[in-house]
């Protein structure tokens, strides 16, 4: 069930994403919202996420309904499969913790495997195709954004039946471990208490060494187009950066498009991103400011913690 399409209404042509890669809390779902707020662009947030966390759990859309009562979700899952009663959500699960690991990229990459976890990394893909090319469809977008940000996700997509492109978002490491050490509630869990994944400064350190070592051989290997955008430079100048990563996915925008970014301010609209940061649940204008509390707030010892894990790698972003 829910195999391709073909159970759904219509095959549309093939879906042009931007996916976002990088670690987490690099300031990605703002980069996504100031890219969805433009004519044409539908931002859907992490999408890895969606088969458990809405599809399953029906945690709520970014437009505060749950997952299967907003009309643009419903209207995606009858286009891809028929509903989404008719996927069988246990199974793409499943598959997706069994394909989407970071060490499953050689894997992802070759064909040198098992025929069993084969068969489920491209199964696991059609279904991912089906969903972007049903959304592509239904929102009449020209442009997907996907901040899935796993590297092992971007390999997958690679073998999925979509026009590509990566934007590599990086934030100076102590930032990212200062952010992941907070705790911030989930709102889009409504029956209970729920806070977003927390690290020491230690395991964040190295999840972002691997995260970039990773990409750096995704970008290598792979011919697909990768841009890099560093997260103190977007927040720098918001809509020159949304500009030059769109003209870098093939997108023509105008100044009118872009007009909901400032040099200092993004105006957030209402959207349907299925994962993320909380910030994805925010609407009106919002100042964009950059998070420097972790040079105030972080220890030396754990500042040097993380400067000696994330050393090399760091300074090829400028990072010292």
């Known amino acids: 069930m829910g195999d391709s399409m073909q159970d759904g209404a219509t095959r549309t042509a093939r879906p042009r994403v931007l996916l976002i890669v990088g670690s987490g809390r690099s300031g990605s779902t703002l980069f996504e919202r100031a890219l969805g707020g433009v004519r044409g662009v539908a931002a859907l947030g992490e999408?890895?996420?969606?088969?458990?966390?809405?599809?399953?759990?029906?945690?709520?859309?970014?437009?505060?309904?749950?997952?299967?009562?907003?009309?643009?979700?419903?209207?995606?899952?009858?286009?891809?499969?028929?509903?989404?009663?008719?996927?069988?959500?246990?199974?793409?699960?499943?598959?997706?913790?069994?394909?989407?690991?970071?060490?499953?990229?050689?894997?992802?990459?070759?064909?040198?495997?098992?025929?069993?976890?084969?068969?489920?990394?491209?199964?696991?893909?059609?279904?991912?195709?089906?969903?972007?090319?049903?959304?592509?469809?239904?929102?009449?977008?020209?442009?997907?954004?996907?901040?899935?940000?796993?590297?092992?996700?971007?390999?997958?997509?690679?073998?999925?039946?979509?026009?590509?492109?990566?934007?590599?978002?990086?934030?100076?490491?102590?930032?990212?471990?200062?952010?992941?050490?907070?705790?911030?509630?989930?709102?889009?869990?409504?029956?209970?208490?729920?806070?977003?994944?927390?690290?020491?400064?230690?395991?964040?350190?190295?999840?972002?060494?691997?995260?970039?070592?990773?990409?750096?051989?995704?970008?290598?290997?792979?011919?697909?187009?990768?841009?890099?955008?560093?997260?103190?430079?977007?927040?720098?100048d918001p809509r020159g950066t949304v500009e030059r990563v769109l003209a870098f996915s093939g997108f023509s925008a105008t100044s009118d498009d872009l007009a909901h970014v400032s040099a200092d301010r993004i105006l957030l609209g209402a959207n349907h991103q299925v994962a993320g940061n909380p910030v994805r649940f925010r609407t009106g204008e919002v100042q964009v400011r950059p998070d420097e509390a972790w040079k105030d707030t972080m220890s030396a010892r754990d500042r040097r913690v993380v400067g000696i894990l994330t050393a090399g790698l760091r300074h090829r972003y400028g990072y010292h």
Not at 77 to 93: I, L, M, N, P, S
Not at 183 to 202: F, I, N, Q, S, W
Request: contains cysteine; hydrophobic residues 40%; glycine residues 6%.
């Open 47 to 236: 999408l890895v996420h969606m088969w458990d966390r809405a599809v399953r759990d029906d945690e709520l859309c970014a437009c505060g309904q749950p997952f299967d009562s907003c009309p643009f979700w419903t209207a995606v899952g009858r286009r891809a499969f028929g509903g989404w009663d008719q996927v069988d959500t246990a199974r793409v699960v499943e598959e997706r913790y069994s394909v989407v690991r970071t060490r499953r990229v050689p894997q992802l990459l070759t064909s040198s495997t098992s025929s069993r976890w084969r068969g489920q990394r491209d199964h696991f893909a059609h279904e991912l195709s089906a969903v972007l090319g049903a959304a592509q469809a239904e929102s009449g977008a020209r442009l997907l954004v996907d901040s899935s940000k796993m590297p092992a996700y971007a390999a997958l997509l690679m073998r999925a039946d979509v026009d590509l492109t990566c934007v590599q978002v990086v934030r100076d490491p102590r930032g990212v471990a200062n952010s992941l050490g907070k705790t911030v509630l989930r709102p889009e869990v409504t029956d209970a208490e729920d806070l977003m994944h927390r690290t020491g400064v230690a395991e964040s350190a190295l999840w972002w060494s691997a995260f970039d070592l990773v990409t750096t051989v995704l970008r290598t290997v792979r011919k697909v187009p990768f841009t890099t955008v560093r997260y103190e430079d977007f927040v720098a």
